[in-house]
């Protein structure tokens, strides 16, 4: 059976695009960065901009994936866009910065190609997405045990903007009954106990496998893969109400 297509925009090193393969995807990925790019385990890969791509696919014309026939706007089955956190996140956000804030023009892209998409982005992008939707690693049960041999469970929020299908939460966000939360960002305590009862949060495990094993990542990553990002477990999730949409309107 022919699996439905996907377009992973800004796919970096691959935890949405495993999601989304999970969930019944075909997924082909886009990033402007190769090396990233090599470690993402999509099948069909691009080394592009994810603009320009969508500009491609705007005026009819394809894109061309190494070894792939072209690929028109109608192949795609929806597009899945993260665009680049730096400029949202906590200290940035509100801010003239450096880093660019695409998610307006990624969203009127998306829009006027009529496909079903996914925009993601941090907590503090919430001003410019339109009714996001946030998930959190204990609305999957991430957790994992540490190298002291204490669990710990994932405290990554992201939000969730969605064109063309609607998504809904598989629970509240509620860490109250967990002791030790951890997640996986650069500049983080590395010491557990600090993070806790001195900084209020920040814990980042030292260990590379464990932090793989709290976000649900199988593949190899880098740290800087590992802290930008998705837990498969929210693709899948995203992903399989997608289908279910899809397959309700048919």
């Known amino acids: 059976m022919t699996r439905p297509k996907l377009l992973d925009l800004f796919a970096c090193e691959g935890g949405a695009t495993v999601g989304y393969q ?14 990233r790019l090599g470690y993402n385990p999509a099948r069909h890969k691009l080394v592009g901009d994810a603009l320009a791509t969508l500009d491609t696919l705007l005026a009819g014309g394809a894109i061309y994936f190494p070894g792939e026939r072209p690929m028109f706007r ?7 866009a993260s665009p680049p956190c730096q400029g949202y996140t906590r200290g940035n956000a509100g801010r003239e910065t450096a880093w660019p804030k695409l998610i307006p023009d990624v969203r009127n892209r998306l829009v006027d190609l009529r496909l079903p998409y996914v925009i993601e982005n941090v907590k503090d992008a919430g001003p410019d997405m339109v009714a996001p939707v946030a998930l959190c690693g204990c609305m999957f049960d991430l957790s994992t045990i540490d190298t002291d041999g204490v669990r710990i ?11 063309g299908f609607t998504l809904t939460p ?13 997640g996986a960002y650069g500049g983080a305590r590395r010491d557990k106990y600090e993070a806790k009862y001195v900084r209020k949060g920040g814990y980042v495990p030292p260990d590379k496998g464990v932090v793989k094993a709290l976000l649900g990542i199988d593949h190899d990553m880098t740290w800087g893969g590992l802290f930008e990002s998705l837990p ?6 995203i992903g399989t109400h997608l289908l279910t949409a899809q397959e309700a309107a048919a």
Do not use: S
Not at 22 to 35: E, P, Q, T
Not at 74 to 80: G, L, Y
Not at 232 to 237: E, F, G, L, N
């Open 153 to 163: 469970h994932l405290q990554r929020l992201r939000l969730f903007e969605t064109g």
């Open 232 to 237: 498969p477990a929210y693709t899948q999730w």
């Open 74 to 80: 109608d192949d795609f089955t929806a597009i899945h």
């Open 22 to 35: 999970r969930a019944g995807f075909d997924v082909y990925a886009v990033d402007m960065d190769k090396n």
């Open 170 to 182: 598989p629970r509240p966000c509620d860490h109250t009954a967990h002791e030790w939360v951890a």
